[in-house]
């Protein structure tokens, strides 16, 4: 609900020593977006400035194919931390190893990390942690993230977002807007790989991400008419029983 942080609706904006806020500045529509990290001027302390909203899930998730079930979310990275960026430029400071990262949120708590990053998590009924992305990146425009999320079938799952501060160098924070659960059509789904970014430093490949997910809106122009009225049939059938909490329903990412 209120994926676009319109309203001050949906959203839990969690106890921290710096908290989250919507702002007007930057957005990528509407009027607002939600700001994780520290804001221009602010006291440079070790702090996550999370959001989150809990999503319950039904068992049925576990029958999707790959690409039918999503999390997709735009964000907008300042990254002030001139050590790190220093250290990354020598190839000789990297993202926390996502095999080392905290896996409750009793660890992540008692956790000090060696530099600044923008993170989304998945946080289940227990408190244990699914990292779907960690990334320490300076890019000034919106860009578009899209993240599986049939592995929370069956589970009631907290999504976090938020912009971790270590409190030394600089500061460091994430404008999020425009995040929606998106059930989309699987044959665009499943023609369109979504890139890994393995080979960009600054960030982990927990997530599939699309700069521009129109050029992937291929037209099918030769397609049968009949089997693309079944198939839509056979999706708004299989909307219906799984009965998500979606703010947006597309039959394609667009």
Request: a negative charge.
């Given at each position: 609900a209120n994926g676009g942080f319109e309203e001050d609706t949906g959203w839990e904006i969690r106890s921290n020593p710096v908290l989250a806020a919507p702002v007007d500045v930057p957005v990528h529509a509407g009027s607002r977006s939600m700001r994780t990290g520290i804001p221009w001027g602010g006291a440079n302390?070790?702090?996550?400035?999370?959001?989150?909203?809990?999503?319950?899930?039904?068992?049925?998730?576990?029958?999707?194919?790959p690409g039918y079930a999503k999390l997709s979310f735009w964000h907008y990275n300042v990254y002030g931390d001139?050590?790190?960026?220093?250290?990354?430029?020598?190839?000789?400071?990297?993202?926390?190893?996502?095999?080392?990262?905290?896996?409750?949120?009793?660890?992540?708590?008692?956790?000090?990390?060696?530099?600044d990053f923008f993170y989304v998590i998945g946080i289940y009924e227990d408190d244990t942690i699914d990292w779907l992305l960690v990334e320490r990146l300076d890019h000034?425009?919106?860009?578009?993230t899209v993240i599986d999320v049939r592995q929370f079938a069956d589970h009631q799952v907290r999504f976090q977002f938020g912009t971790y501060n270590n409190g030394l160098g600089g500061i460091s924070?994430?404008?999020?807007?425009?995040?929606?659960?998106?059930?989309?059509?699987?044959?665009?789904?499943?023609?369109?790989?979504?890139?890994?970014?393995?080979?960009?430093?600054?960030?982990?490949?927990?997530?599939?991400?699309?700069?521009?997910?129109?050029?992937?809106?291929?037209?099918?122009?030769?397609?049968?008419p009949d089997a693309d009225r079944q198939h839509d049939t056979g999706n708004t059938n299989l909307r219906q029983a799984l009965g998500l909490p979606v703010d947006v329903i597309l039959p394609v990412l667009q």
């Open positions: 302390v070790e702090s996550y400035s999370p959001i989150q909203q809990a999503v319950t899930f039904p068992e049925a998730l576990t029958a999707l194919p001139p050590a790190a960026e220093e250290g990354a430029a020598a190839g000789n400071i990297a993202l926390p190893d996502g095999a080392a990262l905290p896996r409750t949120l009793a660890e992540l708590d008692h956790t000090t990390f060696a530099n000034h425009s919106f860009r578009n924070r994430t404008f999020v807007d425009d995040a929606s659960l998106v059930i989309a059509r699987g044959r665009d789904s499943d023609q369109h790989a979504y890139a890994h970014e393995d080979a960009d430093p600054n960030q982990h490949a927990y997530a599939h991400e699309d700069t521009d997910p129109k050029q992937h809106a291929h037209a099918h122009e030769d397609a049968d």
